[in-house]
């Protein structure tokens, strides 16, 4: 069975920092991108992050440059993001989901993610920063 497991989000202040774990089973992990994304009420999912399964290539859209960090770990099947300098508009729920290495071409191009060719997705988690 097919599995992204999200873990680590919660309620912090302004300028605090979560790490967010995605945990992965029942694929070849080495075959896929591994991406962020995230939707707050009453807007559009976007994509937060992606990380080639190598982990030689990331994308970072640009309202978390600087602030947000994606890495892999291959040997536990799980990718992190490590999200600093929280800010409220940080605040959604937060998915993982695996596809296409060409994942991370596609969200450099801005390809709206419905069009995006993930295979599998996680549950979420949500990550509330308060004010």
């Known amino acids: 069975e097919v599995q992204l497991v999200e873990s680590g989000g919660g309620l912090v202040q302004v300028g605090g920092s979560l790490r967010l774990s995605c945990a992965a089973s029942?694929?070849?992990?080495?075959?896929?991108?591994i991406g962020w994304f995230r939707q707050a009420p009453g807007k559009e999912r976007e994509g937060v992050s992606c990380?080639?399964?190598?982990?030689?290539?990331?994308y970072y859209a640009d309202s978390v440059k600087g602030r947000f960090t994606i890495s892999s770990d291959n040997a536990k099947n799980t990718v992190y993001l490590q999200m600093n300098s929280l800010k409220p508009e940080d605040t959604a729920v937060y998915y993982c989901?695996?596809?296409?290495?060409?994942?991370?071409?596609?969200?450099?191009?801005?390809?709206?993610?419905?069009?995006?060719?993930?295979?599998?997705w996680g549950k979420g988690t949500l990550v509330t920063v308060s004010s």
């Open positions: 029942g694929f070849t992990f080495d075959d896929y991108a």
């Open positions: 990380i080639s399964s190598s982990g030689g290539s990331t």
């Open positions: 989901a695996a596809g296409s290495p060409k994942v991370l071409l596609l969200l450099r191009l801005r390809v709206s993610i419905p069009q995006l060719p993930m295979d599998y």
